[in-house]
């Protein structure tokens, strides 16, 4: 019973369900190379989505995340080009530090003048995207100039499959490095206190100070890690596309803050865990991917998206106030 | 005079300029069960707050064991064994009853890590210490108000505490949950730990403790063994018993007794309150009381039309309405000032004129646009009438003082042309000035413009003074309906203890 009641099995339940269904309309669906692409589709907004969490969880919002990657991302290419660098560690790091830099803005503006999350970070991500249009570039970087080592790193394979026809399509590693930060998180929410920091937080803020967290460190720690992720998938990211676009991630957060609601955490925050999200990222990348299969129109998966959000906040909304009554 | 576990001397606190306590002075004993009486706003929660540390005074002294403890933080009181049992228990909802009971010991042990197993065998020891069955595992937010007190009792006792604060712990509660609480309140005190009951319900007082603090104004006015008070003399002390009232009286005017403004037969909200019968007639003032959840509240939303599935009759100046929204009640003439004016009644962050004409806005704009000119000249015309002290009506009613808050309040419904008045705890939050100047307005109402009035209250003394009839309630029906001759506080104190 316990177990019917968590909110991740009934996530559980649903995505199944839709799986059976969309199989059943396409029964390409259940072949191995269209789950592969799945799986790689997860990926990128997979890890954003650990931020995005994270940020939920504590009772904020964050939108800012996808201007952080994707500076985080065309500076880092910028700077290797500059510096003709070829390597992957270190840009990843640096990428990294960048979102986290970015995040510990969002931070400030959040602990220190106790402004809504979801106003600060509208604003820095408008003041980063307009600053790396303006100051670092406008062009694309192609893959005629993009850094090798990057893209031969994104492009690793768990597991190699060829086709019948000569062709060969595998499972990108990248879903392991997505794992793993998953598992990062999961423990990080649930075995520190650090992490149940950001449930109190989220809980009831007043109740948090009274008792003794220190607010100041879990909110920087929790807009100073969302940046970071941002900031990691954000490279990841270009070189797994063998594209640095400036302007890149443009409506991302709509689809990571979907994708995360739909994973049972609650928009007011206190609630919200990574296998719960890891299936909302999963159901959303998959709904839209059958989308594109079915030859939906853009503008109608925005739409769905749209729905998707409204539908999963309301239910969320429901629920929570069912509990408490 | 340093028997006291912890004690204040003449503290002094400001906030912006308005002294909040001036020359308070507080003793608990090790042990004891204290008492500090004191109406809202009194400084009550101040007191609670320099006490736990989160402020610290202006002047004074503050002793823990007979030493200063000048500029305590609120780790320092913690570590001191002071623990402050909120209004709102502090819990966090979203979290299970273990890790809620367990998150003071991980934070004061400045642990990174969550030890899951330990979180549970420490929630298990805090239950099993206090005594109570309670789930472990159950999130907070799903437990009822009784339970959730409990978890924070069971929080309080874990960190060796010698002194426990509750602010107000019985408000929500029913009658059995209070005995409860009292039962493992006593069961504490054996073990030599000390509480302080912040509240202002006289009876629960007088019940539970040994010693009394009557504070007023930010002044202690009164201090000793529970022997000594009983509930008038508290009460008195509360409120300041200088200012002297003459109480209400109504003679029906000659000739055949003049048609109820407001009559009810047969009233029944299900579940709520059953089978009332009244009629308050032009210029009468009604009292009503009887236990937090005797139904009086309930009869008070009926009579406004928030309780649409209401069966009986109800009638206006004789004629039968049928009240299923509040428009309709107050389209009938109904006005309704609920009993938490800040959070039910009062758009605080908007002008007063925003306020006064809330309800009036259908009125003032018969042709989609607002008769600015008519606003303006009501809302100036209400000021004065009320004598609001504002310089302008355009100030945000959340700078005035609780007296004049209600004030506007009230001025709005008096704008509806309202015939019935229904004041629910009119002077909760009010200093005693203001009060007595509030009783005089709703007088002046009922005898000059023709108004019946329902006035609910827990002041007994109010009710007293202001009603010609005071009726009683309890479990949802009339009990009693006291004429003028029967009205004295004695009388309806002594009715209302037999109600449990």
């Known amino acids: 019973m316990a177990l019917l009641r968590r909110s991740e099995t009934v996530i559980a339940g649903i995505l199944l369900l839709a799986m059976v269904l969309i199989g059943t309309i396409n029964p390409a669906f259940w072949q191995l190379d269209n789950l592969f692409s799945l799986m790689r589709s997860n990926v990128i907004i997979g890890i954003m989505a650990m931020g995005v969490l994270l940020v939920l969880i504590s009772g904020g919002i964050d939108v800012s995340f996808p201007a952080f990657a994707v500076a985080a991302m065309y500076l880092t290419i910028k700077g290797m080009l500059a510096l003709g660098y070829n390597g992957v560690v270190l840009p990843l790091l640096a990428a990294t530090l960048m979102g986290l830099a970015f995040g510990a803005v969002n931070g400030f503006f959040v602990y220190k003048f106790r402004m809504i999350p979801l106003i600060v970070t509208l604003g820095t991500s408008a003041m980063v995207r307009g600053f790396l249009l303006g100051v670092v570039g406008t062009s694309m970087i192609n893959i005629n100039k993009m850094p090798t080592a990057l893209i031969d790193f994104a492009r690793t394979d768990v597991v190699s499959v060829t086709k019948a026809d000569g062709t060969t399509y595998g499972l990108t590693a990248m879903v392991l490095i997505y794992l793993g930060l998953a598992l990062a998180m999961h423990l990080v929410l649930r075995y520190t206190m650090i992490g149940r920091s950001a449930y109190a937080l989220g809980g009831d803020p007043e109740a948090a100070r009274r008792a003794g967290f220190d607010l100041r460190k879990t909110i920087f720690f929790i807009y100073c890690v969302a940046g970071a992720l941002a900031g990691f998938a954000g490279l990841l990211h270009s070189g797994m596309i063998w594209l640095a676009n400036p302007r890149d991630f443009v409506g991302l957060e709509l689809d990571v803050i979907a994708a995360v609601v739909l994973g049972g955490a609650s928009i007011f925050g206190g609630r919200g865990s990574v296998l719960g999200t890891m299936l909302g990222v999963f159901m959303l990348v998959m709904v839209k991917n059958s989308l594109i299969i079915m030859r939906v129109d853009t503008t109608w998966q925005l739409v769905v998206v749209g729905l998707i959000v409204i539908a999963a906040t309301a239910l969320s909304a429901w629920r929570d106030r069912r509990r408490a009554a | ?500």
């Open chain 2, 1 to 500: 005079m340093s028997d006291g576990f912890i004690e204040l001397r003449n503290i002094r606190k400001v906030f912006a300029g308005v002294v909040a306590l001036d020359a308070m002075s507080l003793v608990i004993k090790p042990g004891e069960i204290h008492c500090l009486a004191g109406e809202n706003g009194s400084g009550k929660s101040t007191v609670i707050k320099i006490m736990s540390g989160v402020y610290q005074p202006d002047g004074g002294e503050l002793l823990i064991d007979g030493k200063t403890m000048p500029d305590m933080s609120p780790i320092e009181a913690i570590a001191h064994g002071v623990q402050v049992i909120y209004q709102d228990f502090s819990l966090f909802g979203n979290l299970t009853v273990a890790e809620n009971l367990a998150m003071n010991v991980h934070l004061g042990e400045k642990r990174r890590l969550m030890n899951w197993r330990r979180t549970r065998a420490i929630a298990r020891e805090a239950v099993d210490r206090l005594g109570v069955e309670l789930d472990l595992d159950a999130e907070v937010a799903s437990l009822p108000t009784a339970g959730k007190q409990l978890v924070a009792i069971a929080r309080a006792l874990m960190s060796d505490a010698r002194l426990i604060i509750m602010d107000e712990p019985t408000t929500a509660l029913t009658r059995k949950e209070v005995e409860t609480l009292f039962r493992i309140v006593r069961d504490i005190q054996a073990r030599g730990i000390a509480i302080l009951f912040v509240s202002h319900k006289m009876r629960e007082m007088l019940e539970i403790s040994e010693r009394i603090t009557v504070i007023r104004n930010g002044r202690k006015v009164a201090e000793g063994p529970t022997g000594d008070f009983d509930e008038a003399l508290i009460t008195r002390h509360m409120t300041g018993g200088d200012i002297l009232n003459q109480p209400y009286v109504w003679t029906p005017p000659p000739g055949p007794p003049p048609v109820p403004r407001l009559e009810i037969r047969g009233l029944t909200v299900p579940g709520k309150c059953e089978d009332l019968s009244l009629a308050i007639r032009p210029g009468e003032i009604v009292g009503l009381s009887g236990l937090l959840g005797s139904g009086r509240t309930d009869l008070a939303l009926a009579l406004f039309g928030m309780a649409p599935r209401y069966e009986g009759e109800i009638l206006i100046d004789g004629a039968p309405v049928r009240l299923r929204t509040t428009q309709e009640a107050i389209a009938a003439g109904i006005a309704y000032v609920p009993e938490d004016r800040l959070t039910e009644g009062l758009f605080l962050p908007q002008s007063i004129k925003r306020n006064m004409l809330a309800t009036s806005y259908e009125r003032l704009a018969p042709k989609l646009v607002i008769d600015r000119e008519r606003a303006e000249e009501m809302t100036q015309g209400m000021v004065r009438a009320m004598q609001i002290a504002t310089p302008t009506a355009e100030k945000p009613v959340m700078q005035l003082s609780g007296g004049n808050q209600q004030r506007v309040v009230l001025a709005r419904w008096l704008l509806t042309d309202a015939r019935v008045l229904i004041l629910n705890g009119p002077t909760v939050g009010v200093d005693v000035g203001s009060k007595a100047e509030i009783h005089a307005k709703i007088r002046e109402l009922a005898q000059h413009h023709g108004l019946a009035v329902l006035m609910i209250s827990d002041d007994v003394l109010e009710l007293v003074q202001n009603c010609n009839r005071i009726v009683l309630m309890h479990r949802g029906r009339f009990i009693e309906d006291l004429p003028a001759a029967a009205v004295t506080e004695e009388t309806v104190s002594d009715r209302l203890k037999t109600f449990t």
